[in-house]
């Protein structure tokens, strides 16, 4: 494969991934609303699309490292560069790159946020079902051993009154 066939299988790459970046970058918006309003169901479609976009990322990613390998270069980031450098003479792909970069770090600090979310209302759940239950409240402080009290032996006695 010639330096310009190489240049324009990138190029595809790099504007299909970012095509797919914008749309994780909504979906995980509208993941964002959805958990605010505790929509479920419109929670699971959204879901199911953003596990598809990453999917269809991974494609990508991996198309990308076999397209350096296939031209003796690293499947790593500088390969990616050496690669760039040597069927994209002009520069043009850097900046696509860059900008993917940059829409890959706002999808991970938002799916980071809603993680976040996800993880708090799953506490407070946790909390009124130890309520309900008259299950005594778990301690995620260490002990006098080092660990949490999760990891302490279920249903030991340790003293009676």
């Known amino acids: 494969m010639d330096p310009g ?10 504007r299909e991934e970012s095509e797919l970046l914008a749309e994780l970058e909504g979906l995980l918006a ?11 169901q419109t929670l699971e479609t959204t879901t199911r699309a953003r596990q598809e976009k990453m999917g269809a990322l991974a494609r990508i990613e991996e198309q990308r490292r076999s397209l350096c390998a296939m031209h003796g270069f690293s499947a790593d980031r ?11 003479s002009e520069g043009k792909l850097l900046s696509r790159l860059r900008e ?11 799916n980071d946020r809603n993680g976040i979310v996800v993880a708090t209302r799953l ?13 005594p409240t778990r301690s995620d402080t260490y002990g006098p051993r080092g660990y949490t009290g999760s990891n302490a032996r279920p249903g030991r006695v340790l003293g009676a009154a």
């Open 78 to 88: 500088m390969g990616l560069e050496s690669l760039m450098a040597w069927c994209d």
């Open 100 to 110: 993917c970069a940059e829409r890959a770090v706002r999808c991970r600090d938002l």
């Open 5 to 14: 066939v190489c240049g324009e299988h990138l190029t595809t790459l790099l």
């Open 123 to 135: 506490k407070r759940v946790e909390g009124m079902l130890d309520a309900l239950t008259g299950r």
């Open 30 to 40: 509208q993941e964002s609303r959805v958990l605010e309003v505790s929509d479920i």
